[in-house]
Every structure is written in structure tokens, then in C-alpha cells.
């Protein structure tokens, strides 16, 4: 599993590239804007191996994943927006259904989520030709899945004691049975709009910016300080 927290510099920063929900943009598209993410925002991100998904189940380690990453960001971030209708156990954050195509932060997470996850695969790609997991990305296309048939999994990478490429490949290997995405996100708020947010809604301090939350998220386009 892999996951992204973002935070972006300021409100008004200028970004001379498409960031979106990142399984609405081409390869490309994602490229581009991965780079310039990397190098403009503050961002971070984690991983969880096999066999913390086989002890947490796929839906608990994307939330470890998420955890992670806010924690790994270089900066005291207090509050977060996550891509999903729950908050990980122990940050303090808003969920976002279909956050990615709400919240250009989250959006931006995404992007950083699945250019790793991707470009982990077709890495491990050169080591299994026949998957073709560099023009999947492990994804169940029925190119892939019939590679799957054909050749079975490569038990080795499942079970494991949990590297980069064993993470992926199990991500994978779920992801050709149950037909889901894994690239867990999770988008930490600007921390520059001058509102330190607290774990309880009733300060005082935390009303405008809370107010400010729920008009972005419904605003189109995406709100440029997410």
C-alpha cells in the first residue's frame, strides 16, 4: 500500500501544471505534475508491507500507510484532509468522499501515490517481463490478468518479509482480486492560512477556517488552497 500527504507552500502559489484526481490524468499529465509537486510543496511518502496487510487487513494498513506519511511531512502539521469517509486513528483530520476530485491537496497526494506506486512496478517489471507491469502497473486489465493464468503469482513477492517491492506486488496481487485501487491518500490542509486548527471544533479560532473547508470543498474548480 502505498500513501501521500501534500501540503501546498500558500494559498496563491502559482502552478503551471494540470493536478487533478490523479486517475483522470495521462501518464504524462502525472509525470509532469509529480515533479513539480516534489519540488514546490512539502510533501511525504509511506508504505505498508505484506505482512502488516496480512495482520491489519487491506483497509487497515491503507490507514497505517496514510498515518505515516502525515507523520513523515517535515513540518508540524496539525490537521488533515483524507481521501475516503474515515479519519486514520490518531490524526485529526476531515474525511472527503471522492476527496481527489474535491480537494486540489488531496488531488496532489494522489498524484504522489500513484507516480511511486507505478514507477515501483515498472521497476520490478524488468525482473517479470511476462506481467508487462510496466504498461499496467499491476492494475487488472485482462492483459494482466491473463498473464496472471498463464504464468500465476510470484509467491516469492506475496509472502515476505515486506520490502518496496514485495509491498507492491502484494497491493497488486489484491488489487487483481478485488478490483480496487490501493494508493491510499491523504492530504494535510495548508498550514499558512494563519488558524492553528485544534482537535475540538468549539475554539474559537477554528470556525473560520472550518467554515472555509466546507465552502472549498463544494466550490468547483478545486480549491486552490487545499
Known amino acids: ?64 500507510a496514510m498515518k505515516r506519511a502525515f507523520k513523515e511531512l517535515k513540518c508540524n502539521a496539525e490537521f488533515c484532509l483524507v481521501d475516503g469517509n474515515r479519519v486514520p486513528d490518531g490524526l485529526c483530520g476531515m474525511p472527503v468522499v471522492k476527496g481527489d476530485a474535491k480537494s486540489l491537496s488531496i488531488a496532489a497526494a494522489s498524484v504522489i501515490a500513484k507516480v511511486t506506486r507505478d514507477r515501483i512496478m515498472a521497476d520490478l517489471s524488468e525482473q517479470f517481463p511476462q506481467y508487462e507491469w510496466n504498461k499496467n502497473a499491476g492494475y487488472p486489465t485482462k492483459s494482466h490478468l491473463q498473464a496472471i493464468e498463464k504464468y500465476g503469482f510470484q509467491l516469492k513477492w506475496i509472502l515476505g518479509a515486506g520490502n518496496a517491492g514485495q509491498s507492491t506486488f502484494d497491493a497488486v496481487w489484491n488489487g487483481a482480486r478485488i478490483s480496487i485501487t490501493l494508493a491510499a491518500v491523504c492530504a494535510a490542509i495548508n498550514m499558512t492560512v494563519g488558524v492553528v486548527i485544534g482537535a475540538i471544533w468549539g475554539f474559537s479560532k477554528t470556525v473560520d477556517m472550518f467554515m472555509t473547508v466546507v465552502y472549498n470543498i463544494f466550490a468547483k474548480p478545486l480549491p486552490r488552497h487545499f
Do not use: G, H
Request: glycine share 0%.
Open 1 to 64: 500500500v502505498v500513501a501521500a500527504a501534500v501540503i501546498f507552500p500558500n494559498r496563491d502559489i502559482e502552478i503551471p501544471v494540470v493536478i487533478r484526481d490523479s486517475k483522470q490524468m495521462t501518464a504524462r499529465q502525472r509525470a509532469a505534475a509529480y515533479d513539480w509537486i516534489v519540488n514546490n510543496t512539502i510533501w511525504a511518502v509511506a508504505e505498508c508491507s505484506p505482512a502488516e496487510i496480512d495482520e491489519l487487513n487491506i483497509l487497515w494498513a491503507s490507514m497505517l
